[in-house]
Structure formats: C-alpha cells, structure tokens
C-alpha cells in the first residue's frame, strides 16, 4: 500500500533564506506527483505538477523534482518570503486506479 | 471565473441529525472527489465519481453517501453524523476519463464540520 511521507512536519526560517521541502513515497507505480499549497480558510492551490517521465518543474521561485526510482520529490523554494508562509502538501496519482495519496504535509513558517 | 464552491463553510452538528454537505463546480468536469482532513493523517479521500450516476467507494468511506445525479454537483450526505466525522472536508474536481491521470485537481475552500 502507497504511503507518503512528509519531513519535517514543520519549519521555520528567516525572510530570504532557500529552502527544500521533502516527500517520500514507497511505491515507485506512480503517474504523477503533485505538490499544493493550503491556507487557512482558503483550501489547496496546486502549485507543481511533474509526470513520472518527468524530473523537475519549475514556477518562479519554486522547483519540484521527481526521482522515483528512489521514491522521492522534493520542493525547492527560492529567496523565501513571508507569503510563502503556509502548508505545503505532496500528493501522488496511482497508475493503477487514478487515486491521489496523500502526505501529511510541512507547515512552512517565514520569519520577517 | 473557474470554481468549486462548498457550502456550509463552517458546521456544528449533533450526533445522529442528518447533514448534507453541497459541491458544485462550473468547470464541466467529470471527475468529482470527495475528501476528508484530519491532524496528522493529510487527506483521504471518502468518494469519487467518474461520471453522472457513476460513485465509487475511496478510502474511508463508512458513514457518508454521495451521489452524482448532475455534472455539476456532488454532495455529502451524513445520514448519522458522529463524533469522529468531526474532520476538514473537501471536494475537488478535473477533466474526465482521458485526462483522469494527468490534470491536477481544483479543489473547493473546505468544511469544518464539528460534531458533538
């Protein structure tokens, strides 16, 4: 059974700073892998989309990549700022029956 | 402008008073889903739909229907609502069948649903 992890629950870092967040999953039989942002109040925003045959994407200040022969993504997020303070969640598509898995997700704190 | 909208945003319930919680999107999709959030497990889905009058069961199903009379909407009905209902609900929708793996999911804002 898929099961994503996501490490550390939490992080907190000063205004300016780069940043990796981590996701790690045990079944490689993924279609996709997707990384959202959640607010409060305001649901989840898909911020990164990367196909299996994929190995990164990029969307201004962030980068996803996919290794999936070892099970991993990771989100890089340059030059960090306050607004990126949020819950930052990893997902992947099964290829088997279209299913999104979840990781608990990193709640991303941004020191000014 | 393209969305799902959820209503109630906010809810507090009895135990055993039945609850329906609604879903509409404006975006023509066929693939509806229904999930729930709980601190330290991330989300899980309940529901999904592929299609009008098409359900099936996802990971936590016990103790919600849905059903899928419109395109359009997809609600949540708690018959007998309990305690450990009390979870952040969301639904989400994307294109149908032929881009079922490869477009990401909209989602709506969220149901914090309290039952006591």
């Known amino acids: 059974k898929q099961e994503v992890t996501q490490i550390p629950a939490a992080l907190s870092v000063p205004e300016g700073e780069n940043l990796v967040l981590n996701c790690s999953f045990t079944?490689?039989?993924?279609?996709?892998l997707q990384w959202f942002r959640q607010d409060p109040g305001k649901g989840l925003t898909s911020l990164l989309l990367i196909q299996s045959s994929q190995r990164e994407q990029t969307s201004g200040r962030l980068n996803a990549s996919l290794d999936k022969s070892s099970g991993r993504s990771t989100l890089y997020i340059a030059a960090s700022q306050p607004g990126d303070s949020a819950t930052y969640l990893c997902?992947?598509?099964?290829?088997?029956?279209?299913?999104?898995?979840w990781g608990a997700g990193t709640k991303l704190i941004i020191k000014p | 402008e393209a969305q799902v909208t959820q209503n109630p945003r906010y809810l507090i319930t009895v135990t055993g008073k039945k609850l329906t919680v609604t879903c509409s999107q404006n975006?023509?999709?066929?693939?509806m889903s229904w999930y729930r959030q709980d601190p330290g497990l991330g989300l899980r889905q309940i529901y999904y739909s592929m299609n009008v009058e098409v359900t099936d069961k996802g990971d936590v199903p016990e103790g919600y229907k849905v059903s899928r009379k419109e395109k359009r909407n997809f609600p949540l009905i708690l018959e007998s609502p309990s305690p450990n209902q009390t979870s952040l609900y969301f639904c989400?929708?994307?294109?149908?069948?032929?881009?079922?793996?490869?477009?990401?999911?909209?989602f709506g804002p969220g149901t914090r649903l309290t039952v006591t």
């Open positions: 997902a992947v598509t099964m290829d088997s029956n279209y299913q999104l898995i």
């Open positions: 079944d490689s039989a993924i279609y996709n």
């Open positions: 989400a929708s994307k294109p149908g069948q032929r881009f079922i793996k490869s477009y990401e999911q909209y």
């Open positions: 975006m023509n999709h066929e693939y």
